[in-house]
């Protein structure tokens, strides 16, 4: 994930929670508090990167009250070996109090020049919350693509929101650039794993899974994107559409349809919508 695309959504998670900001710190100190004050952490459900990027990002985000908290992290392998194809860790992430911030965890990942699988997985697991805070999503999945194949692997990476959630990928600029950054869309990463000697052009459309479009979600229809040359990552965005509170889970898919250059090895996203 470059630096740009990591700043435009802390942006718009700070927009969205800058109005709302004293009411959220008079709940964790103001005598009508009525319960105990949570706060809680999640982590990106799938991060991928080419080989070459030299590290995987994982955005760490935070919602419920804004009370002191803390909680552990460590990386494990998978497909992926520790060591081998990236540096293992583990640490612990904290917020003072009235911080309402994401944070972020950076695994670094290696780069060699040996044929390997075309896409390598680890995971990146939350563990020991601190008290006053629950983990609702706990386990990011990062994923390595090779960048030593004769072509370029395109691969889509899954996602999960809730409507009004702070995940910052559950934030977006309107597609026409004109209309500022609101909540209640959901941002699906794309990744290459080399970058584009040209332009190149991509194809997507969405799926009915027990999400429906037009009742959960804005569909798309073999959509068509001019992707830059140089490029190894880009976003797509749907639009999430309000549902009363109580609507249990559903989810739906997003598919990369073609693409005018290289080859695609991970061509389906599963887009969860948490219950509001």
Not at 112 to 137: C, K, M, N, Y
Not at 216 to 238: C, F, K, N, Q, S
Not at 254 to 276: C, M, Q, Y
Request: net charge negative.
């Amino acid at each position: 994930m470059t630096a740009m695309r990591m700043g435009l959504r802390c942006a718009a998670v700070l927009a969205a929670t800058i109005a709302v900001s004293s009411t959220t710190l008079g709940e964790v100190t103001g005598p009508a508090l009525a319960g105990p004050c949570v706060r809680t952490v999640g982590i990106a459900q799938q991060v991928s990167a080419a080989e070459g990027a030299g590290r995987l990002t994982f955005t760490v985000f935070t919602g419920g009250c804004a009370a002191v908290g803390d909680v552990g992290y460590t990386v494990t392998g998978g497909t992926a070996q520790a060591g081998t194809d990236f540096k293992p860790q583990s640490g612990h992430l904290h917020w003072e109090s009235g911080d309402i911030l994401d944070t972020t965890i950076t695994v670094l990942i290696t780069q060699d020049s040996l044929r390997e699988a075309d896409l390598e997985d680890f995971t990146v697991h939350l563990i020991d919350p601190g008290p006053g805070v629950q983990i609702i999503r706990s386990v990011g999945q990062g994923r390595v693509l090779d960048d030593d194949g004769p072509t370029i692997a395109w691969s889509v990476d899954d996602s999960t929101c809730t409507i009004d959630t702070p995940d910052p990928s559950c934030f977006c600029r309107d597609v026409t650039q004109l209309m500022p950054i609101e909540p209640n869309c959901d941002v699906i990463d794309f990744d290459l794993s080399a970058g584009l000697p040209s332009p190149a052009r991509m194809w997507w459309s969405t799926l009915d899974g027990s999400a429906r479009a037009g009742i959960d979600y804005v569909p798309v229809t073999d959509r068509p994107e001019t992707i830059p040359a140089g490029a190894v990552a880009g976003e797509l965005v749907v639009r999430l559409l309000p549902r009363p509170s109580g609507t249990p889970r559903r989810w739906f898919y997003v598919r990369l349809s073609g693409v005018s250059e290289g080859v695609v090895i991970d061509g389906i996203a599963v887009i969860t919508i948490d219950a509001p």
